[in-house]
Nanobody
Framework: QVHLVESGGGLVQPGGSLRLSCVAS????????MGWYRQAPGKERELVAD???????TYADSVKGRFTISRVNGGRTLYLQMNSLKPEDTAVYYC??????WGQGTQVTVSS
């Protein structure tokens, strides 16, 4: 069993930055992929960024060049550094482990 806890969300002005964290506990294997998805009101959940055990990163086109995903602490801690935030980045952000386990989500609101 795996438990994920996200933190770091909040309200930020356009152009600002936030860093999301996701801490995993339980049977974690660094070989498994982790990543971030988001869901805005009235929209489907979408990929933000993924990272594999080999360090390969995938980003949604909408966040390339602005967001950076990283994984540390033996694979138990996942970060998402979000810069140059836009109102369209407003959503609940979820981390996943191996696409099988999901956190409870953290709200990110970008507004002036």
């Amino acid at each position: 069993q795996v438990h994920l806890v996200e933190s770091g969300g909040g309200l930020v002005q356009p152009g600002g930055s936030l860093r999301l964290s996701c801490v995993a506990s339980g049977s974690i294997f660094s070989i498994d992929a982790m990543g971030w998805y988001r869901q805005a009101p009235g929209k489907e959940r979408e990929l933000v960024a993924d990272i594999t055990s080999y360090g390969s990163r995938t980003y949604a086109d909408s966040v390339k060049g602005r967001f950076t995903i990283s994984r540390v602490n033996g694979g138990r801690t996942l970060y998402l550094q979000m810069n140059s935030l836009k109102p369209e980045d407003t959503a609940v952000y979820y981390c996943h482990y191996a696409f099988q386990y999901w956190g409870q989500g953290t709200q990110v609101t970008v507004s002036s």
